[in-house]
T-cell receptor, first 114, second 114 residues
Framework: DTEVTQTPKHLVMGMTNKKSLKCEQH?????MYWYKQKAKKPPELMFV???????INESVPSRFSPECPNSSLLNLHLHALQPEDSALYLC?????????????FGPGTRLTVL | AQSVSQHNHHVILSEAASLELGCNYS??????LFWYVQYPGQHLQLLLK??????LVKGIKGFEAEFIKSKFSFNLRKPSVQWSDTAEYFC????????????FGTGTRLKVLA
């Protein structure tokens, strides 16, 4: 299984809602990543988990809260988002956090904040 | 500032034309270089990668890229494009000079006319 899956595919939420994005991989990868991609822009790294520990937080606002319950799962909890947070949220995984890593991407969750 | 530049934002080619997409980076130290492709409606996929050794690397679907260290470049090439190559192409650089970074270029939208 060389796939990274993400649910839901689409999410619409209000600014007062709490929601979660889910990412799953069964490749035995020990590094997982969250990216944000705005329209016609490249993916921007948000968080990196290495061996289920948060190792990088790229100064992301606290209304985004990542969680890695186990080595196969990665969640992104959303609370009190702003309309400018609307974007495609991509999850990726790699065999480890080192620089010798190609990342495998999921299809993304398209988030709209009203 | 550290950056990855792709100077061609939009490229339109006819089938069988040759392709070269530019990628330049401004990191010092050890870097690893990647080209990813995003076909319409699909997720990001790795085309090829360079870690060390032969600076000319071959990837999937007939693509190749050449690392020129003195020019901080990693240009993507294909001798003869096909309609199915229509996609967005992203160059990416990873480095541990300082803190870990995995940075994508701004992307190049390629349209191949049948």
């Amino acid at each position: 299984d060389t796939e990274v899956t993400q649910t839901p595919k689409h999410l619409v939420m209000g600014m007062t809602n709490k929601k979660s994005l889910k990412c799953e991989q069964h490749m035995g990868h020990r590094a997982m990543y969250w990216y944000k991609q705005k329209a016609k822009k490249p993916p921007e790294l948000m968080f990196v988990y290495s061996y289920e520990k948060l190792s990088i937080n790229e100064s992301v606002p606290s209304r985004f809260s990542p969680e890695c319950p186990n080595s196969s799962l990665l969640n992104l909890h959303l609370h009190a988002l702003q309309p400018e947070d609307s974007a495609l949220y991509l999850c990726a995984s790699s065999s480890d956090r080192g620089i010798y890593n190609e990342q495998f991407f999921g299809p993304g969750t398209r988030l709209t904040v009203l | 500032a550290q950056s990855v530049s792709q100077h061609n934002h939009h490229v339109i080619l006819s089938e069988a034309a040759s392709l070269e997409l530019g990628c330049n980076y401004s990191y010092g130290g050890t870097v690893n270089l990647f080209w990813y492709v995003q076909y319409p409606g699909q997720h990001l996929q790795l085309l090829l990668k360079y870690f060390s050794g032969d600076p000319l690397v071959k990837g999937i679907k007939g693509f190749e890229a050449e690392f020129i260290k003195s020019k901080f470049s990693f240009n993507l090439r294909k001798p003869s494009v096909q309609w199915s190559d229509t996609a967005e192409y992203f160059c990416a650089v990873s480095t541990t000079s300082g803190t870990y970074k995995y940075i994508f270029g701004t992307g190049t939208r390629l349209k191949v006319l049948a």
